[in-house]
């Protein structure tokens, strides 16, 4: 089983580049979220889409935009990399409102 | 911003130990979850704790939800190498979850 994937695994990137990270859920779920995972930050919501066609602001959405392209896939676009977009960023997805979620196995990504 | 306040952030211990780690907020939770997650990949699930008092167990896991719904524990027995990992607790809302900053364990062979 699948369950949620993402592309790249790693990804370098210039300062003012553009780039975006792909996911992908094959469990049916309505709801997907992209995560952005930092050292003693925990996990911080950045994009969520609580259904198909609709996407919402988490906690840290400057800097970043979001499609929900179909039920399955929700890409997250970095328009022009900043420095301080270097993280691990998390895609994950859950079949009900604040049910379990399944993430994905991350994009480690660097802007120098 | 409403991070869930974990602790210890770090806890180095033997094989055999046991430990008790904690996720405190100021707030009252709806339920709360613990996931772990093992290095290079995403967070897993662990248990999810709804009712106030509440005790669930996974085999040497113990988790309990505070009486209040304010905070939450986790108890290892017999740690295992194996249980090494980032513990990190959730509290979610309506389609949206607030993570708390995650206690690093690394239980030594």
């Known amino acids: 089983n699948a369950g949620v994937t993402q592309t790249p695994k790693f990804q370098v990137l210039k300062t003012g580049q553009s780039m975006t990270l792909q996911c992908a859920q094959d469990m049916n779920h309505n709801s997907m979220y992209w995560y952005r995972q930092d050292p003693g930050m925990g996990l911080r919501l950045i994009y969520y889409s609580a259904s198909e066609g609709t996407t919402d602001k988490g906690e840290v959405p400057n800097g970043y935009n979001v499609s929900r392209l179909n039920k399955r896939e929700f890409s997250l676009r970095l328009e022009s990399a900043a420095p301080s977009q270097t993280s691990v960023y998390f895609c994950?997805?859950?079949?009900?409102?604040?049910?379990?979620?399944?993430f994905g196995p991350g994009t480690r990504l660097t802007v120098t | 911003t409403q991070l869930l306040e974990q602790s210890p952030q770090f806890l180095s211990i033997q094989e055999g130990e046991n430990l008790t780690v904690y996720c405190n907020s100021s707030s009252v939770f709806s339920s709360l979850q613990w996931y772990r997650q093992e290095p290079g990949e995403g967070p897993v699930l662990l248990v999810t704790v709804v009712t106030g008092g509440e005790v669930k167990k996974l085999k040497r896991l113990t988790f309990q939800f505070g009486d209040a719904r304010k905070d939450s524990s986790l108890h290892i027995t017999a740690a295992q190498p194996g249980d090494t990992g980032l513990y990190l607790c959730a509290r979610s809302g309506t389609y949206k979850y607030i993570f708390g900053t995650g206690t690093r364990l690394k239980v030594l062979a």
């Open positions: 994950a997805s859950s079949g009900q409102a604040a049910g379990e979620q399944y």
